[in-house]
């Protein structure tokens, strides 16, 4: 089954790089990436905390932080561990816009 990953090209954006909060306000993570799948056409987010989760993106509320409508078992993080997932997350980022030479991209590329 085929997956694309994307990426915003500032962290924090709308989604990425923001936290992720579960009903009762624990932090579980930082909004790392969001990925497709196709077929059969699913989207989910992928949270990054002491464990990498994947939750469907009709689960999420997008706010200044991302509140998970379902509960989730995953541990819980403090705002230092976020802070170091998201330098982190900015560093992967700009390795990758670094590696790619957008003036070779086609037109259709860029979509």
Known sequence: MPEVTLYELEIPGRILGRLVVDKK?????????VKLKVPPGTCTLLVRGRQVLEIPISDVELGPNLRLK?????????IVQAGEILRELKSEIKL????TDFEQLEPLDLL
């Open 70 to 78: 379902a509960e989730v078992s995953a541990p819980e993080i403090d």
């Open 96 to 99: 990758i816009m670094d590696a």
């Open 25 to 33: 306000g624990r932090i579980l993570g930082v909004a790392c990436a």
